[in-house]
């Protein structure tokens, strides 16, 4: 099975907006979500429950947690081996739906213009 291309969604801004969720958490958060994102890498349309989930319209949801704090990172699938990476969250009983829809607008900024809304650059 071929890797899977991690893409982390940018705006056209230069804004990151799982770089800057990232901010907002502890390193001992960020460094169990690149665990779950390098998991996806490796393991693409095969990984699954409890690493992973569907939500709704082709969004799917990195499951991280420490504590009691449920943390999400929400991604789409590009084609069969890329995964463009939106932007994370934490929940309490679901994924917000907000969160969701803007996943969903991150995903058809990125299908109009893939070159504009590709970070070039390491996760870590």
């Given at each position: 099975m071929p890797k899977t291309d991690?893409?982390?969604?940018?705006?056209?801004?230069?804004?990151?907006p799982l770089f800057e969720w990232f901010d907002?958490?502890?390193q001992k958060v960020v460094d169990k979500c690149i665990v779950k994102i390098?998991?996806?890498?490796?393991?693409g349309y095969d990984l699954r429950r409890p690493h992973c989930d569907?939500?709704?319209?082709g969004i799917y949801e990195l499951r991280a947690k420490l504590k009691r704090v449920n943390y999400?990172?929400?991604?789409?699938?590009?084609?069969?081996n890329a995964v463009i990476v939106s932007h994370g969250c934490t929940k309490e009983k679901k994924v917000p739906k907000s969160e969701i829809n803007k996943a969903?607008?991150?995903?058809n900024?990125?299908?109009?213009n893939?070159?504009?809304?590709?970070?070039?650059?390491a996760l870590r």
């Open positions: 991690i893409v982390i969604y940018q705006n056209e801004d230069g804004s990151i907002d958490l502890s390098e998991l996806l890498e490796e393991f569907s939500l709704e319209e999400r990172i929400l991604y789409f699938f590009e084609g069969k969903i607008r991150h995903r900024n990125y299908i109009q893939p070159r504009a809304h590709t970070y070039k650059g």
